[in-house]
Each structure stands twice: as C-alpha cells, then as structure tokens.
C-alpha cells in the first residue's frame, strides 16, 4: 500500500509540477514576447537596443539559436545597459523552453542572479534555477538553496516557494522535513489555496512514515473543513488505506464504497473495493 501511494503520489506530483513549471516559464516568455520587447521600439538609437531588436525579429521567425546568440552578444557587449538582465532571461528562457538546454539555460540564468542581483528580473532568474535544480537536473540540494533564496528576498508568491521546499524533500524520500515545511505552509500562509494539499501531503507523510496514528486526524480535518475539495477525496481513500493497514477491513471498505460517484479514479476504487471484500470474505471463512 504504501508503495502504491508513494507512486500515485510522484505521479501526481509530476503531473502538478510540470504543469505549473511549463506555464510559469510561457508565461514569462509571452510577457516578453507581447508587450516587453516592444517597449524600445520607440528609441532605437542605441546599439544595445537595435541588438535586442534583431533578436526580437529573430524570435518571431522562430530562429532561436540565433536569437541567444544575439542577446548573449548583447549581454557580453553592454553589460552595463539595462538591457543587458533581460537579454540574459530571454536568452535562458529560449534555452529551456525552446532549445530544451537546460545547462546553458541555467547559465543564463545564474549569470543574471551574480550580476544584476537588484534588478527586477532576477526573482524570475532564482525562479528558474530553481526549477531546473528540481525538476530538469533533479539535484535536489541546489534546489533547496535556490528555492531558499526566494524566501529570503522578499518573492511575491512565498506560499508556492514553500510548497516547493516541501515537496523537494518529498523527493528527497526525507518524509519528517516533508511534513515540517508543509507544516509551516499551513502556519504562515493560512489564506493560501494550498492548504488542502498541504493537510493532505502532511497525512500521506505520516503514513509513508508508518505513522497511523498521526495521520489519521490530519486526514479528518481536510475532510471536514474542505468537504468539497479534490483532494479531500484522495484522503478519505488514503483514510481507508490506513484502516486497511490497521486490519479494519469493514472500517475500510464503508470508506471506499462512500467514494463511489464522486472520486475520479473509478477502475482504482473499484479494484481496491473487491479486493477488500476477497478479503473479508477469506478472513470470514477461516473464522
């Protein structure tokens, strides 16, 4: 069982992160794109900006590697400009959105957070770290200074930062710390949309633990206070999972058939239904 949660868990997980990753990352490139290249046209004068302006024309035609030629140029011509932190961006953003080079994207990337730290690209730059450290190079170390270092300066989205930290660990297979960050998700953004993951990340931890006990009233009060909510679903599964474990079979089975027509995986909860009733039905007959 806990091997099955632990996998439908990564899954999840995968599924959740790259989802938000991937539009996180076209969303900074079609702010770019839509409005932030455009802001100098009005003055072409300069050479660092008649430069970013042929990248610009470059990205439209869909010649990337041409265009992170002509902004890293940019960068190693003007550093001094202020064009110079975004060309760095943009050049990352091609790389790993575009090229899929994650090791010259985070170039980019790490060359924008030591040179230009107080610019306003470089939350987005430690952003982009980040990810690549967790979710392209899974060197979950790096990630957690990196993710660490947006805590610290004051990013604007500190909730999700401290899902990440949490769920970083959750890969790192190290449940306890898993449990303390999600904890501190729940004590330091109460008003976050996350709070229904975190309680339930928290009752899976303890459970991947082999701590019942501790899970079990975590899972109850994600059901009563968000009775409603997609992953209240997943923990009344998981609640029936821990009084599988217990060996309350007929505790788990009422659990699992008030699941039926509301939670999403079917053919899951079905199977998992005849298996408990084969169960039930052996131990009766040995009795």
Known sequence: MKK???????KRNRQTSNKYRYWAAAGI??????GGLYIYRANLSEAHQKQFRRAEKLIEKKQYRRAVSQLRSLYQHYPNTE???RALLLAGDILLLNLQQEQEALLS???????????????TARR????IYKYHLQDYDRALVAYQKLLENKSPDKAT??????????????FEQTRIEFESLLNDYPESQLLPEALYRIGSAFFL?????EAVPVLRKLCHDYPDHSFSMEAYYLLAQVHEERGELRKALEILEGLKGRYSKESLLAQHIAQIRQ???RKTQAI
């Open 209 to 213: 633990e082999g701590n019942l006990k």
């Open 4 to 10: 099955q949660l632990l996998k439908e868990e990564r």
């Open 83 to 85: 064009t110079a932190p």
């Open 279 to 281: 169960r039930i039905k």
């Open 161 to 174: 930062i401290q899902y990440e930290i949490a769920d970083t660990y959750f890969r790192m297979n190290n």
């Open 29 to 34: 490139l079609f702010v770019l794109l839509s």
């Open 109 to 123: 990337f790490l060359l924008l957070e030591r040179d230009y730290p107080d610019t306003q690209w470089c939350p």
């Open 128 to 131: 982009r770290v980040a990810e």
